[in-house]
């Protein structure tokens, strides 16, 4: 569903964020980018769904080089989730959470509607949250938000960055492991970049981990744990 084909990453600074990159992410398979900061992770997700660009390569979603495909267009196959949410404040919860299909031209209603079922699914009742603003939201909330937002128009690819970094472990745990129940009914593909290796096991059917601009190991969690 996503392939990088020898993808490097130049910075206008002279700063290569990404060298010589390659690798595949199948259809409903979740995969951890994990490793230092500053080792490239970020760049290598902001490619996907163009706010970088490659210098040199290839990225491919769903088997179209998406170097001719239009970054709004984009946003209809994938969803993005930050970890500072990035939640417009002055829109109550449930606008929020449409913002993706209104852009779309859904009719208010539908993407209403949709916006309703989706904060139903990450465990926010609709009519108790979806008035409310960001403000008025926990930490641990206003990332739910952030990935039923991500989910509205349901793309098949997801991409999350830190996305359970902002709030204290306990709730770090408790989004994983609801993001991990979510994920076995909805089977998006999905990248997460995290620096916190623990997230990245338990998370990832397979995790990439870095070095400085470099994918060192490509592999289940148990192959990577076991490999010497
Ligand atoms: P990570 O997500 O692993 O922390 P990044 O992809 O953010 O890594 O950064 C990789 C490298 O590229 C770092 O050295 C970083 O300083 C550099 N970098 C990131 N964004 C830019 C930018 N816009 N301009 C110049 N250098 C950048
Ligand atoms: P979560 O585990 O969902 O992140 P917290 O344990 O941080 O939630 O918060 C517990 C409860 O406190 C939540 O159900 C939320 O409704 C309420 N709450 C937290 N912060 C705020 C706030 N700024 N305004 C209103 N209610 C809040």
Redesign the pocket.
């Known amino acids: 569903m996503i392939r990088f084909e020898h993808v490097t990453k130049r910075y206008p600074d002279g700063t290569t964020a990404v060298d010589d990159l390659s690798f595949e992410v199948a259809e409903g398979e979740l995969v951890t980018l994990v490793g230092p900061s500053g080792c490239g992770k970020t760049t290598t997700m902001m490619m996907v769904n163009r706010l970088v660009e490659p210098t040199s390569g290839r990225v491919l979603v769903d088997g179209e080089d998406i170097a001719g495909v239009d970054p709004v267009a984009l946003r209809r196959k994938i969803g993005y989730v930050i970890q500072q949410v990035g939640l417009f404040p002055h829109r109550t919860v449930l606008d929020n959470t449409a913002t993706v299909p209104s852009l779309l031209g859904w009719k208010k209603a539908d993407a209403r509607a949709r916006a309703a079922e989706l904060l139903d699914l990450v465990g926010l009742d609709p009519a108790v949250y979806g008035s409310?603003y960001p403000?008025?939201?926990?930490?641990?909330?206003r990332?739910?938000v952030g990935v039923a937002r991500a989910l509205a128009a349901d793309p098949p690819v997801l991409l999350m960055d830190e996305p359970f970094g902002a709030?204290d472990p306990?709730?770090r745990e408790?989004l994983q492991n609801e993001f991990l129940a979510l994920q076995a009914t909805v089977r998006k593909t999905v990248l997460l970049v995290t620096h916190d290796i623990e997230e990245a096991v338990r998370m990832g059917d397979r995790m990439a981990v870095y070095g400085q601009g470099r994918i060192e190991q490509f592999d289940t969690p148990a192959t990577v744990l076991g490999a010497p």
Do not use: E, K, N, T
């Open positions: 409310r403000a008025q939201l926990s930490g641990g909330q990332q739910r709030v306990v709730v408790r």
